[in-house]
């Protein structure tokens, strides 16, 4: 996994709630067997209107959201699905990190096992992120994951939490298999009483 | 101190929990079906890893399987392939498969507990949200994704931070009419649906207590609608009945020992949870879904909302934008709504019991003029028990469709959708947009509702039901 560094870019809003991965990729596209190709499909049933074209009524068909790497989301984004389609997804589409006042628990995982950044902010910080992505063209903000804040390009500034485990995967984009299977005693240990129940 | 239920079976196992970190939990039953677990075998080979414990992983083919004749070529070859990878992986791995043209296949979350995979006090993972639905048995299973496919399909383990713990008490009975599905609709309804995130869930009180097993397993199922990790609910003699004798399940001897060793599984009187959340069972009405999330329901005796009455702003624009996407028009009476389609079926509601439910009601009646209506088994097995009931005979002759066992127009992979527009009774657990095919519209409700409304063409109360026994 790649490691997260600090990252400065464009803000888009998705100024909803309970944005479910049926909606970031809709059921047709997973049956893939790839990690890649779900770019193009992020969010396809609103992106794409009956003939194929670009729904101009989609917020992020709207030429001055090109380009954004950090999406500012309504609360219980990621719920529903497990899918993983969702983060690649979404990774695909540009973004690197979210931000909302809440994600759902699975998607949260999801994230961070593919070097994104879910960042819970407050309702009013993401209030206030949301109504600046939605005014100003060229909105950007940089994400600083070992300090742990979001400043915006008029200095405007909030600090997350993140478990601590997390960031340093996030910041060394650690291999969480390979640190596992380091403890290969301890699971064998553990195995060693603990019978298989059938 | 006494111990909750989540905490024993977490505790027992924890191969390494530093101070501050998440644990390593050592995971006793791993589900594989084919949508989420291709990248996760790609990644082991890339690496050139191998499963750990292939004895302790099951896996099934349910999401994309086609439900109407098997014989025939298989018209999406993108799903077919998804399905000769899941067979190659699971031969070239040395996992048990049971795959399309099995008579153990079906919908994972039905066959695991059927054969007796599923037990209590046991750590149960799988790469879907449903998962919950296996805490039924007092276990604490959850969903994952497919990059922890892959770490459990490398270690055995999940590495996972203690979630905190919720009890949901149900006080008082259902009342006739209602049951598992409404109950679960209206909790959903009143918490929200990101209203447990973060916790895994013990549900309790005498309308647990008394549901069977297939009832208390769409009890959990649903769980994860409002956003819990897992749902559970203590093993009883009722869970020890369920299990006894099915394949998996210890005998003789064995199996007593194994109950005594369940029984002290159950959460210890005294026991705190994190949050607790009290309902009242009596003033449940047999529920129906109007909006896009699990949520948004309302009594049959109800109306669509007006979002004009919401005090919250964003849950008005929250229902004005799921009234569109349903065209639906606030104060029209539930009962008002007319049907396209009904999907009885789905890990939620596609088990014997259901079928069984869905049947009495069928029974002497048939579906209206212009209602496509489907009933599909939950698994192989299911389909088999009620083809021996004659439950197909009495949806057949009522004029439901009697298909092939797997997730069909749960979640549309298949060739199970609606058109765009189509209004669908339908109980399964999600009515997203676009979820059963896209621009469809799904109202979720109760197995005996959805079979009324067929037969009706619109939403009716099920506690007014005539019931034709002959
Ligand atoms: S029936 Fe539906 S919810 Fe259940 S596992 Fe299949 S797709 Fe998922």
Redesign the pocket.
């Known amino acids: 996994m790649q490691p997260f560094e600090k990252m400065t870019g464009l803000v888009a809003p998705m100024d909803r709630a309970n944005v479910d991965t049926d909606q970031i990729i809709p059921k047709q596209f997973l049956k893939r067997i790839e990690r890649t190709g779900f770019g193009e499909f992020a969010f396809f049933d609103w992106r794409y209107l009956e003939d194929g074209a670009p729904n101009p009524q989609f917020v992020l068909n709207e030429e001055r959201y090109q380009g954004a790497s950090i999406l500012v989301a309504g609360p219980n984004f990621g719920s529903g ?1 497990s899918r993983e389609h969702a983060p690649w997804a979404l990774g695909e589409f540009g973004f690197k990190a979210l931000i909302a006042p809440s994600f759902a628990d699975i998607f949260t995982g999801n994230c961070f096992q593919n070097g994104m950044l879910p960042i819970v902010l407050t309702q009013d910080e993401v209030d206030t992120m949301m109504g600046k992505a939605l005014q100003r063209t060229g909105y950007s903000a940089t994400v600083d994951l070992e300090a742990q804040t979001v400043t915006d390009d008029g200095g405007w500034s909030a600090s997350f939490e993140i478990d601590p485990f997390r960031k340093e995967s996030l910041l060394k984009g650690l291999d969480e298999i390979g640190q596992t299977l380091k403890k290969e005693d301890l699971i064998a240990a553990f195995e060693a009483t603990h019978p298989a129940r059938w | 101190m006494p111990k909750t239920m989540f905490r024993k079976i977490w505790d027992s196992h924890v191969v390494e929990e530093p101070e501050g970190r998440p644990a390593l939990l050592f995971i006793d039953l791993h589900l594989v079906h084919e949508v989420t677990s291709a990248q996760a075998f790609e990644g082991l080979r890339l690496a050139g890893r191998k499963v750990r414990r292939p004895d302790l992983t099951i896996a099934t083919a ?2 994309n399987v086609p439900t109407s004749d098997r014989h025939l070529p298989f018209a999406d070859k993108i799903a077919k392939q998804q399905l000769d990878v899941l067979d190659k992986n699971t031969a070239d791995f040395g996992i048990r498969l049971y795959d399309m043209n099995s008579p153990d296949q079906g ?3 039905v066959i695991g507990p059927e054969q007796g995979y599923t037990q209590p006090g046991m750590t149960i993972v799988c790469g ?1 949200s ?1 998962t919950a639905t296996h805490g039924a048995f007092g276990s604490l299973a959850f969903g994952i994704g497919t990059s922890e496919v892959e770490h459990v399909l490398a270690s055995q383990c999940v590495v996972q931070a203690r979630p905190k713990t919720m009890e949901i008490h149900v006080d008082g009975d259902l009342p006739a009419g209602t049951g598992p599905k409404d109950l679960m609709l209206h909790i959903i309804s009143q918490m929200g649906v990101a209203g447990a995130t973060g916790h895994a869930v013990e549900f309790t009180g005498p309308a647990i207590e008394n549901m069977s097993m297939e009832g208390r397993m769409t009890v959990c199922n649903m769980t994860i609608e409002g956003g819990g990790r897992a749902g559970m609910i203590r093993p009883d003699d009722t869970t020890f009945a369920y299990v006894e004798g099915r394949r998996h399940v210890p005998k003789g001897a064995d199996f007593d020992r194994a109950v005594e060793e369940w029984k002290l599984v159950a959460s210890d009187d005294g026991a705190e949870f994190d949050t607790r959340i009290v309902i009242n069972a009596e003033e449940i009405e047999p529920t129906v879904t109007w909006g896009t999330n699990p949520g948004q329901g309302v009594g049959i005796t109800g109306s669509v909302p007006d979002p004009g009455d919401y005090e919250d702003p964003a849950q008005a624009e929250n229902a004005a934008r799921a009234l569109e996407y349903m065209d639906l028009r606030p104060g029209t009476a539930i009962q008002d709504l007319k049907l396209d389609r009904v999907f009885i079926g ?3 509601n ?1 088990r014997l019991e259901d079928l069984r439910a869905a049947a009495a009601v069928a029974k002497g009646h048939r579906v209206a003029d212009g209602v496509r209506a489907m009933v599909v088994p939950g698994s192989a097995a299911v389909k088999i028990l009620a083809e021996k009931e004659g439950l197909d005979k009495i949806f057949k002759d009522a004029n439901f469709e009697w298909r092939e066992a797997g ?1 069909s127009m ?2 549309g992979m298949n060739p199970d959708i609606l058109s765009p527009g189509e209004r669908c009774a339908s109980t ?3 009515n997203f947009e676009g979820r059963q095919g896209k621009g469809g519209r799904t109202h979720l409700v109760s197995p005996e509702m959805a079979t009324a409304a067929a037969v009706a063409g619109h939403f009716v109360d099920i506690r007014d039901w005539e019931y034709r026994d002959q």
Do not use: E, K, P, Y
């Open positions: 699905s | 349910d999401h919908i994972v979350h879907d449903h789905s890990c939620t596609g997730c749960c979640l399964s657990n999600r």
